[in-house]
C-alpha cells in the first residue's frame, strides 16, 4: 500500500480524474462566470459535434435552445450560485440535428478571486439508469477529488506563509491566497452535503463584511484600484444564504471595475440602516463610462452584454439574489456619469 497521503494527490491522480470525465457517457462542459466554454468532455464534443477549436469560441447559450437559455438564467444560474447546485430538464443544440433533451446537473465552483464558474453535467434521456448512477456517482467522485487537491495547497500556504515576515507584500498575498483556498473547501464540502441532501438553513449574514472580503479580493486582483468605504458602513445583519448575497456584491462591483476610465477611476461603497421604512441599502456608485437608456432598458435582459465576449449573467444573478431576499435594485446612470446601484433589503422588527 502507498504512503501517500489520500489528500495528497499526484499527476496520477489528476491523470485518472481526467479519463474519468473523457469516458463518461454525459456531457460534462465547464463555463467560467462570463459563460465563456473552458472544457467539454469527449461524450459533449461528439454529441455536440464540436472541435477544440470551436470550444475556444463558444459560450453558454450557445450550447441551448431559446427556451432552455430563458429557464437557465431565471432558475438554474441563480439557484446554482445560491446552494451550490441545481438539477432540471432542459434542451442542448448541437452544431447540426435536432436539439437533445437532457436532464441537467449546474455546479457551481468558487474561484479564488471570489468568482464564480460552473460545470454543467447533462445526461441524454436516452440513456439508461445504470448510466444515470454512474454518472451520479462520477460527478460525486469528481467534487470529493477536488475537495482533496485544496489540503496540500493550504498546508504549503501555510508553511510558506510562516517563513515569512508578516510586514512583506509575500504575506499578505499568501494570507489571500489561504482564505480562498479555505472557502473554496468549505464551498466544496458544502457542495457534497448539498448533492446527497436538501440545503442546509438561512443564517445571519452582515453584509457590511461581505463588502470587505470583496474589496479585499478586488485590491489583490486589480492594483491600485481605488474603493472609498463609507465610515462607518453598517453592521446590521439580515438572515439569509450568505453566498448568493456574496456573489450578488461582488458582481455589483466587477461590473463598476469594469466600467471605470483608464485613468482617475474611482467606486464608492455605501451599507446604511435605515429606520423608515426599516431597511438595509446598499450602494455601489462608480464614475465610469454610464449607460444610456437603451443599454438601461435591457441591462438585466438574458445574455445581453456591452461587453466582447459577455453573457450578461452577472447583473442578472445579482438581481436575482436580491429578489430571493425580498429586496429591490434600482439604477440611476447616464453617459459620461458613472453609474450607482441601489439594493434595499426589508428588515423585520
Known sequence: MSSRK??????????????????????????????????????????????????????????????AAERLLRDALPEAARTGRWRGPGELVPRKGDPIPVMQ?????????????????????????????????????????????????IAY???ARGEMAPETAAHRYLGQILIAAERARALSESVLQRMRKAAGPSQRVVVADLV??????????????????ESPLSTAGLVGDAVGLEQMVLNLCKNAVEALPPEGGKIWIAVREIESPHELRLTVRDNGHGMDEAVLGRIFEPFFSTKAGGTGLGLAIAREAVRRHRGTMTIESSPGSGTSFHVRFPMDG
Not at 448510466?131 to 482533496?148: K, Q, W
Request: charge should be negative.
Open 212 to 229: 470587505h472580503e470583496v474589496v479585499s479580493w478586488l485590491r489583490t486582483e486589480h492594483p491600485g484600484l481605488d474603493v472609498e468605504l
Open 157 to 159: 500556504t501555510t508553511l
Open 6 to 67: 489520500k489528500s495528497d494527490p499526484g499527476p496520477r491522480d489528476i491523470q485518472e480524474l481526467a479519463l474519468v470525465l473523457e469516458s463518461l457517457p454525459a456531457i460534462v462542459a465547464s463555463f467560467d462566470g462570463d459563460g465563456r466554454l473552458v472544457y467539454l468532455n469527449a461524450a459533449g464534443r461528439d454529441r455536440l459535434q464540436m472541435d477544440e477549436r470551436a470550444i475556444e469560441t463558444t459560450i453558454l447559450s450557445d450550447l441551448l435552445s431559446e427556451p
Open 105 to 153: 446537473h449546474l455546479i457551481s465552483h468558487r474561484l479564488g478571486e471570489g468568482n464564480l464558474a460552473f460545470t454543467l453535467v447533462a445526461h441524454p434521456l436516452d440513456a439508461s439508469s445504470e448510466d444515470r448512477e454512474t454518472l451520479i456517482a462520477a460527478s460525486l467522485g469528481f467534487l470529493h477529488d477536488v475537495n482533496n487537491l485544496l489540503g496540500p495547497i
